[in-house]
């Protein structure tokens, strides 16, 4: 089974590899789908992903974001963020999500982009009293039926 880090960004990341992503593999069918969020610290200033840009641009290279680590989906979504919003923040790679969630708790990093499940299972978001504060959805979670987010 491949994933998007096997079949499209190693492919990017390293000149050679042991494998060809399109020759080498044949698609059988989708087993998932797993969308990418942007959550944030309730104690930052910015209450929508329209505030976060206004103070990414008022404020280059002051917003911290999170990932589970360089080259990663959730590093890349951060990175395309980014360059579409024509901000500049400052990428804090983790090694995996779990720390990267316990210091967007501890309003080390302000806000971090992760999968919907890894924020499920830390159980953050449903209950307004431990949520992190503040959900964006990307566009696949937002057409999505089943999307549990507020």
Not at 3 to 12: P, R
Not at 30 to 41: E, G, I
Not at 69 to 90: Q, R, T, Y
Not at 94 to 121: C, H, R, W
């Amino acid at each position: 089974m491949g994933t998007v880090g096997t079949h499209a960004i190693n492919a990017a990341l390293y000149k050679k590899m042991p494998f060809d992503p399109i020759k080498d593999f044949a698609p059988l069918t989708r087993v998932a789908n797993v969308p990418n969020l942007l959550v944030a610290n309730p104690a930052q200033p910015y209450k929508s992903v329209k505030e976060l840009i206004a103070y990414a641009k008022a404020n280059p290279g002051k917003v911290n974001f999170g990932s589970s680590g360089n080259g990663s989906s959730i590093h890349l979504s951060g990175e395309l963020f980014k360059s579409l919003a024509k901000v500049d923040m400052v990428h804090v790679p983790y090694k995996g999500s779990a720390p990267a969630v316990t210091d967007l708790l501890g309003n080390q990093i302000g806000i971090m982009f992760d999968n919907m499940p890894e924020e499920s299972a830390q159980g953050l978001f449903g209950d307004p009293e431990k949520a992190l504060g503040r959900f964006f959805p990307s566009s696949t979670c937002a057409a999505a039926s089943w999307c549990p987010l507020p």
